[in-house]
């Protein structure tokens, strides 16, 4: 079992008043006539406002079809679809805290279109357990001065939400995901599979809900 949060990702925390469940699942048809970022950030930012919002949050499994505009979700035979993390959205600049104590394991600019942008793993240690949270879409100077190994603690800033030029392509918006087996990736993994191979990545990739919000376990 994933141990919990011991801070908020954010200055003002994610909660009822503060934040919007968000579906961006292929079954959602107003996203029908979605076909580009902008498009989808107005959408996003139109749902925030009208529920008075600070965050939309979102996705852990959710098959979208949102990834269709990118070759980056290619694969032979299909399309990658199934969403393995949860999604944060909110303003571009908006800073990122440490949720729990560990160290950096790595970080990387994967800058295909639609991929993470810059992209940090923190590693996590606690009762014999090690496990793995992975950001992506940050601001790309988040980076810069990294190093392998390096302590982090619960509550330190470790980065900020990079705008579309450098995310990726995407509207600004945190890429969360646990992960227990990096499988030898460094600054990287797979946050969206395939349809066959989604039940082996979920059990790899926790619901970060619980970790977040451990009363939803």
Not at 57 to 77: C, M, Q, V, W
Not at 148 to 153: A, D, F, N
């Amino acid at each position: 079992m994933i141990p919990t949060a011991e801070h908020p990702l954010f200055k003002l925390d994610i909660n009822a008043e503060t934040c919007l469940e968000l579906n961006l699942s292929a079954d959602n048809p107003d996203l029908k006539f979605i076909d580009s970022a902008e498009k989808l950030g107005l959408y996003i930012q139109q749902k925030i406002r009208q529920e008075s919002c600070l965050y939309a949050l979102g996705g852990y499994g959710e098959n979208r079809k949102i990834y269709s505009r990118f070759e980056h979700f290619d694969t032979a035979g299909s399309k990658r679809c199934i969403h393995l993390g949860i999604d944060f959205w909110a303003e571009a600049g908006t800073p990122i805290f440490c949720p729990k104590a560990g160290r950096v394991h790595s970080f990387q600019y994967n800058n295909n279109l639609g991929d993470y942008g810059a992209t940090l793993i923190l590693e996590h240690n606690e009762e014999g357990q090690t496990f793995y949270s992975l950001y992506g879409h940050l601001a790309l100077q988040d980076i810069a001065d990294l190093k392998e190994g390096q302590p982090v603690k619960a509550g330190d800033r470790i980065c900020h939400l990079g705008e579309e030029a450098e995310n990726g392509a995407w509207p600004p918006h945190l890429h969360f995901q646990l992960i227990l087996d990096l499988e030898g990736y460094k600054g990287d993994y797979p946050g969206v599979v395939e349809k066959d191979k989604a039940p082996t990545y979920l059990k790899n990739c926790p619901d970060p809900r619980t970790f977040f919000f451990p009363d939803t376990a």
